[in-house]
């Protein structure tokens, strides 16, 4: 019994220090965030999430669109649900002239949450610019 119980202590505390471990880099990656060093945030928690969409979001506002949607995409590896990646992505997607590629990711968003008001505007748009485009060229 003694074996187990040192086994099970041992486990227990590696468990500990890996959660406080991981709590520390949140942390320092927060506070890199708060001071505008985006990628001190990534290289200290490459992969969570929200420090990759934030990443992605400057980009987006610089107008990097290539590097915008390589970093959404490893965004929604991580957290497939994260409709703001989605939608960013296809806004990236209508800079780079790829209409159809757009409107695909927004009726998916809309399937799956049809309450995402700016995203359904955005279809909207776009579908009677295309209309528009269509009837012009007639």
């Given amino acids: 019994m003694g074996k187990?119980?040192?086994?099970?202590?041992?486990?227990?505390i590696a468990i500990l220090i890996l959660g406080l471990v991981q709590s520390g880099l949140k942390v320092w990656a927060e506070h890199f965030i708060?001071?505008?060093?985006?990628?001190?945030?990534?290289?200290?928690?490459?992969?969570?999430?929200?420090?990759?969409?934030i990443k992605g979001l400057g980009q987006f506002k610089r107008k990097q669109c290539d590097a915008a949607i390589?970093?959404?995409?490893?965004?929604l590896i991580l957290a497939?649900?994260?409709w703001d990646a989605k939608n960013i992505t296809a806004i990236c997607y209508i800079a780079k002239g790829k209409v159809?590629?757009?409107?695909?990711?927004?009726?998916?968003?809309?399937?799956?949450?049809?309450?995402?008001?700016?995203?359904?505007?955005?279809?909207?748009?776009?579908?009677?610019?295309?209309?528009?485009?269509?009837?012009?060229?007639?």
């Avoid at 990628?39 to 969409?53: D, K």
């Avoid at 409107?103 to 209309?131: C, F, G, M, T």
Wanted: charged fraction near 25%.
């Fill in 4 to 12: 187990y119980r040192k086994c099970i202590i041992a486990s227990f």
């Fill in 34 to 53: 708060a001071n505008g060093n985006i990628m001190a945030a990534t290289t200290i928690a490459p992969f969570h999430y929200r420090y990759l969409y």
């Fill in 70 to 75: 390589k970093t959404m995409e490893r965004v």
């Fill in 80 to 82: 497939p649900n994260e």
């Fill in 100 to 138: 159809e590629k757009a409107k695909q990711i927004w009726k998916d968003i809309i399937e799956q949450w049809p309450h995402y008001v700016s995203v359904r505007d955005n279809l909207e748009r776009l579908n009677k610019y295309s209309a528009g485009i269509s009837s012009a060229d007639k």
